[in-house]
């Protein structure tokens, strides 16, 4: 749990430097924010479980879906809090089980997690050269 809390706060630092640099420039880009974050958010599985779109048939929908960067973090969180894949469906008129995350094994959490990381790190490393770019101007900008 400590890597994917290492690896949100690495993405939300690059995010955060790039958009403050960005924000200087075009004033817009907060209004922007709010909506794209909400947005996000839906797009992440945080309220529904992961099954719930990632259990589909249509492969190339669940490429798109796993394209989200937070997705692996958000699984890994879950699997620490669950601790299982499965859970008793609630009202479920079979008594079945259903379920919530994917079956795959730590490894398989820790590659995406990996990915995820690899991608965080070179993001953080051109947000940081962006943010250097621009900062001699923002004097004159605000």
Do not use: C
């Not at 809390?5 to 209004?31: E, F, G, K, P, S």
């Not at 709010?34 to 599985?45: C, G, Q, V, Y």
């Not at 894949?85 to 609630?90: H, L, P, Q, S, Y």
């Not at 079956?103 to 965080?120: D, E, F, K, M, R």
Request: charged share 10%; no cysteine.
């Amino acid at each position: 749990m400590i890597p994917a809390l290492v690896v949100i706060v690495t993405l939300t630092a690059a995010m955060a430097l790039v958009l403050a640099a960005v924000n200087v420039y075009l004033r817009d880009t907060q209004h922007f924010l709010d909506l794209a974050l909400l947005a996000w958010f839906w797009f992440t599985p945080i309220v529904y479980p992961f099954m719930l779109m990632g259990g589909r048939e249509e492969k190339w929908q669940v490429a798109i879906y796993m394209m989200n960067p937070v997705t692996a973090i958000t699984l890994v969180f879950q699997r620490a809090f669950y601790a299982k894949v499965d859970v008793a469906a609630v009202g479920d008129r079979f008594g079945g089980v259903e379920q919530i995350l994917p079956g795959w094994s730590i490894g398989g959490y820790a590659a995406y997690l990996g990915a995820v990381a690899a991608l965080a790190l070179v993001l953080l490393l051109v947000a940081l050269t962006v943010f250097g770019r621009l900062e001699g101007n923002f004097g004159e900008e605000l």
